[in-house]
């Protein structure tokens, strides 16, 4: 095939298409459906916080380029954010860079840290940037998968899936989309055997050298992000405990009356440890696809969920599975159940 004749797309991405996200999101205002697909809460945050981003907006702060890793205010945030509930203490100066969200932070990492040919492990099911900028890097995706019920990590697959030309294993706890938290024994088993250290949500926190790799590739990115939302972000990080204790409490409360109703109406369900989602199976209820089945329930019950096969590279193993968030209020939660309970009916 000549150059001209070469399809426009990197080749590397041809497989990728639109997300299941947007096809589900567009199906659920298409059908008036409830939308347990996508996993971003129907509440604002606290008014206060809204409040500091208008504030930066109006008195300048931010309006014009921050400065590349991030403002001072929100790295010492997050440093102090970190020291506060997980006792891991990071130099605000040289181990930590703010970034556009979590998907930029592994867009970078990927793009500094790994050339063409180079493997890069990731925990299947995965969040579904992984497999892009893997792609995007011209490394090879290497899957090591977590199996239900409990979706734990076999520290053995791990050890038997990294070679020579390993490069990277991508890791996030709680696992999006499962849930599960990796506990410490597991996670003291993954660094022994690759000596790495991770970041989290929104910003790269790493040694001095892997942040600084990672900076090189993120500025050609987006050079700089969200100025003015940056310091209302570091005085959401400095909240009061009460706060973060009633959104803990609240997503309990959430998950569980998910979890419970799911299995009253004959879901099998996979509670998860962390995160807003819950994985099920659909085989109880007389289903055997996925994405059939997410694709049939916006018009025959009014609700939208996700397929998880969509992040698997072998998606013939969890066929079945289907995920709901629950990052929703209780009424909108009830009344997806609601509507589900139809299922039980035919």
Known sequence: MSRSQRPFLNRRLDNLGTTIFAEMSARAVATGSV??????????????????????????????????????ELRQA???HDQRFYGHS??????????????????????????????????????????ANIAMAAGVRVPVTLHPPSFRPDIN????????????ILLNSPHNPTGTVFDHDEL???????????????????????????KTAKQFLTFVASGPFQYAVAQALALPDAYFEKLKDDFIAQRDLLCDGLDEIGFTVYPPQGTYFVTTDVR????????????????????????????????????????FAFCKQPAVLTEALKRLSQLKTG
């Open 284 to 323: 109880s209820l007389g289903y055997t696809d996925g994405v059939e089945f997410c694709r049939m329930l916006p018009d025959r019950v009014g609700v939208v969920a996700i397929p998880t096969g969509i992040f698997y590279d072998h998606p013939e193993r969890v066929r079945s599975h289907v995920r």
């Open 188 to 214: 003291a088993a993954i660094a022994a055997l690759a000596a790495f250290t991770g970041w989290k949500v929104g910003w790269v926190k790493a040694i001095p050298e892997l942040v600084a790799a990672v």
């Open 90 to 131: 990071y130099d605000p100066d040289t181990e930590i860079l703010v970034t556009a969200g979590a998907t930029e932070a592994v867009a970078a990492a990927m793009l500094a840290l790994v050339e063409p040919g180079d493997e890069v492990i990731a925990f299947e099911p995965y969040y579904d940037s992984y497999a």
């Open 157 to 168: 697959a791990l050890r038997k899936a990294i070679t020579s030309e390993t490069r990277l």
């Open 35 to 72: 939308n347990l697909g996508q996993g971003f809460p129907d509440r604002d945050g606290p008014a206060e916080i809204a409040q500091a981003a208008a504030d930066a907006v109006l008195a300048g702060r931010g309006n014009q380029y921050p400065p590349g890793p991030g403002v001072p």
């Open 78 to 80: 997050i440093a102090a």
